[in-house]
């Protein structure tokens, strides 16, 4: 009995380990293939290639970066900026970070209302009283 459960327990374990395994190669595989699409890509454009008159032209100048307005801070401006130069590479201007405006409406909050308000405690649902033995015969009663 025992070792059944131990074997089913070992069982089930290693069945997890090796979908986790599967699913972490998959994705290491495509980004592998990403990533080498991306290298393959820069060489061609640093030792010739179809696009490598493309990659030479000299890169126009980039505008100043206006004075934020949108309400955003400065250091929420610089970490928005480098995420994409990591993302993209090369030299980019942020231009304009703005989230758009929404206002919420009054469902999700009585929907919330409406659910918090349905927990109420059901009668007769506690635990039971520990069993009592009344001439020779067993009963159980329930708290509540």
Known sequence: MF???IGLILTG????MVALASLWAACAAIGYCFTNAAIKAK?????GGADAAAAAAPAPAAPAAPAPTS???PHHLVAIAAAVASTLGGSYVVTNVAAPAHE???WPT???NSIYSSHVTRHGWGAPIPTTVVAGRAT???RG
């Open 43 to 47: 060489a061609a454009a640093v030792f």
């Open 110 to 112: 009585e929907g919330r």
């Open 140 to 142: 159980t009663t329930k």
């Open 104 to 106: 919420v409406s009054a």
């Open 71 to 73: 309400g955003v801070p």
């Open 13 to 16: 374990f290693s069945v997890v």
């Open 3 to 5: 070792a059944d459960a």
